[in-house]
């Protein structure tokens, strides 16, 4: 293969800093944060750094440390990033079972190889191209294989699966574990080593199929697999982070099993060839030379590690990725490290915007925090709770109308209140004893609704921050709360099945909405023919004991309530949009989702009342997880968005309805310029 230089790599301008606007779906002018990281890795001079995400793969220069390009984006959700020797090429895969190659150079993917399946079981957790970069390999639970890929790209030559793997096989109680079933190239490329049982190591003879050794001294499950520089001898590590080299001609142990105290180790062969070994803890690192046991550095880690730690080819260098969003890289020559933000927040379970239509929150489970954006400048300007505040914060958030409280689930401890300006606690509301699925602002301000895990339902009073109501009706977790706009009812949706009107002031039941198998008059279904067909002759109700409305909206008149059901099972069936008269709580319309549509959970109208947007889940055979524009007096489905990668989780227009946000399981939240796609007179 021709040599080329990675300063060929296809990277963006120095100037062109603005990650925000890198490779967009159609529609979207911004995407705010940069998807889920997945695993970190280096390039073969350790020039530049791979950061597989839900959302694609980054390159980072590891001299600014800053972001030089994002390639992968047709579909994203990418478990690994790897360069080839050369760096001509990198290799992804993905939670779909494909194996990718893309050329540097351009970006651009050039071939392509599918395990095929819908099980996790499928996915790929390692890709490593061979040392003369004329092999690729590639594992996931219970299959390894290697291929020709320059020839035979999409047809493994070495295909080695295991019959009906048991996940705790592979699993030790107390330990940390990362990715299953490890693998391994010889330097000279003919040898390849892989997992065929829990505790079992083989090595193939990749040109004739031929197993040459069977290392079975194992103790506990394998993670990590490398083959020193000479070729003879083969290192592991398994589960309890116990090290081993063994002579692949005699199959036995060359040096004493090294154990560590950490969590999980890495392994690198310097080059001297003497074995590196980076062992791995809540709070710090351990260098040591395992051929001589001495430590050569311990340093303290900038957050708690996460299974995505490695270390350069030459083992001068390692990296670290934090669950605090923190990348730590570690260097010899210096013994010191640099850390830098990597913008890979958790999910966005939640999005708002303010009244001024120039800032968005979002909502994030965990660490992350509640935060602010300027959408102008596209950059964070607050995060609430403030960084020493923050505690384990749940997906829930609601701002009061005057755009000056933030509510926000803090898990088992309740519920507090931010004001946003100063950043000082306001309240804290303990009462749901598994912390809060739901919460909402009354459109006067004067109450909060909280719903949680189980039946509680409760009603605080805003001024004096005590609970006024407890409400007696679901059996089961209350997953939405919306409000009509006059403040004076609000709707609940529940897991059980149910969703109920109440009023605000006694707290009392109003009514259920009535949620009919079917309709009568079948004109009120929109939807493709053939499913109008198949669930109005109650084609779902096999389900009906399974299905729950998880998102329920008033539109801005109030003259209408959209509610979204579906059911955690059975994809591709009880997936509707619900739309009831609020007067008289009839079912006025039943939007059918189209074909590859599963869970349309997240709704919101757009300010005029005239459209409906639905965001649904990713399902197996699409790209992207569909996002619905649906025209509400007709009940036409307008406009598909085609952006996350992943489950969309909620949905917000801007004050003045020209822009949607969308939060999605991929960790981002996109930005949709809604001018194009809606009628002028509705802006």
């Not at 790929?124 to 004329?134: E, G, M, V």
């Not at 803890?281 to 550095?297: H, P, Q, R």
């Not at 969003?325 to 379970?349: C, H, M, V, Y």
């Not at 004001?419 to 749901?432: T, W």
């Amino acid at each position: 293969m021709e040599n080329r230089n990675p300063s060929a790599l296809a990277l963006r301008p120095l100037d062109d800093t603005d990650i925000t606007t890198w490779e967009l779906p159609e529609g979207a002018i911004a995407r705010f944060g940069q998807g889920i990281r997945l695993d970190v890795e280096f390039s073969p001079d350790a020039r530049y750094l791979s950061v597989a995400t839900k959302i694609g793969f980054w390159l980072y220069d590891m001299e600014t440390l800053k972001p030089r390009a994002l390639m992968g984006t047709e579909r994203g959700m990418m478990n690994v990033a790897t360069f080839s020797h050369d760096s001509r090429w990198i290799a992804t895969g993905d939670q779909d079972g494909i194996l990718k190659v893309w050329d540097t150079q351009n970006g651009q993917c050039v071939t392509r190889a599918d395990w095929g399946g819908t099980e996790d079981r499928n996915v790929i957790l390692h890709a490593h191209f061979s040392p003369d970069d004329q092999y690729l390999a590639a594992s996931g639970f219970g299959h390894s294989a290697v291929y020709a890929w320059h020839t035979e790209p999409n047809t493994p030559i070495r295909d080695y699966k295991l019959e009906e793997p048991k996940l705790n096989d592979y699993r030790k109680e107390g330990a940390a574990y990362d990715k299953y079933f490890p693998i391994a190239f010889s330097p000279n490329s003919n040898l390849f080593a892989y997992v065929s049982a829990p505790e079992t190591v083989t090595i193939a003879n990749i040109n004739t199929g031929e197993d040459i050794a069977c290392l079975t001294g194992h103790t506990n499950p394998l993670h990590t697999l490398l083959f020193a520089p000479c070729g003879q001898y083969l290192a592991s590590a398994s589960l309890g982070t116990t090290v081993q080299v063994w002579d692949i001609q005699s199959e036995s142990l060359i040096m004493t099993p090294k154990s560590c105290e950490g969590n999980r180790v890495r392994l690198a062969y310097a080059p001297d060839e003497t074995l590196r070994v980076a062992d791995i803890y809540e709070d710090k690192v351990e260098i040591w030379d395992a051929s001589s046991d001495k430590k050569l550095d311990t340093f303290n880690t900038v957050g708690a590690p996460t299974s995505n730690v490695r270390f350069s080819i030459d083992g001068t260098k390692l990296v670290i990725a934090s669950s605090n969003r923190k990348i730590q890289i570690w260097e010899e020559d210096t013994l010191a490290t640099k850390s830098f933000f990597s913008g890979n927040r958790s999910a966005p379970f939640s999005v708002a915007f303010m009244q001024d239509n120039k800032t968005l929150i979002s909502g994030h489970y965990g660490g992350s925090g509640k935060v602010f954006w300027n959408i102008k400048s596209r950059q964070v300007q607050q995060i609430l709770p403030p960084e020493d505040k923050r505690r384990t914060a749940r997906k829930c958030m609601t701002l009061s109308p005057d755009d000056q409280l933030l509510a926000i689930d803090v898990g088992d401890s309740g519920i507090q209140v931010w004001h946003i300006e100063s950043e000082e606690l306001v309240a804290e509301l303990i009462a749901h004893e598994h912390g809060s699925y739901a919460l909402s602002f009354s459109p006067t301000g004067e109450y909060i609704v909280s719903g949680a895990r189980g039946e509680e339902l409760y009603i605080w009073n805003v001024a004096r921050w005590q609970k006024q109501h407890t409400l007696i009706g679901h059996t089961s977790s209350i997953e939405s709360i919306a409000f009509h706009p006059d403040g004076k009812r609000f709707v609940t949706a529940s897991r059980d099945g149910t969703a109920l009107l109440w009023n605000i002031e006694t707290g009392e039941q109003i009514s259920p909405l009535p949620l009919p198998d079917t309709l009568e008059d079948v004109s009120l279904y929109r939807g493709e023919p053939e499913e109008i067909e198949r669930v109005s002759k109650g084609g779902n109700l096999q389900w009906k004991e399974y299905q729950h409305i998880q998102s329920i909206v008033f539109s801005p008149c109030g003259n209408w309530i959209a509610g979204g059901l579906g059911t955690w099972i059975a994809d591709g069936l009880n997936n509707e949009i619900r739309l009831w008269d609020t007067e008289t709580l009839e079912t006025r319309m039943i939007f059918l989702q189209p074909k590859g549509c599963i869970r349309p959970w997240a709704l919101t109208f757009s300010p005029c009342g005239k459209y409906l947007v639905s965001g649904a889940w990713w399902t197996w055979g699409l790209d992207k997880a569909p996002i619905h524009l649906w025209e509400m007096a007709t009940g036409e489905l307008r406009h598909t968005f085609w952006g996350h990668a992943s489950d969309v989780q909620d949905l917000a227009f801007t004050p003045d309805g020209e822009l949607l946000a969308s939060g999605s399981y991929d960790g981002t939240v996109l930005l949709w310029d809604m001018k194009t796609f809606m009628d002028p007179s509705a802006l």
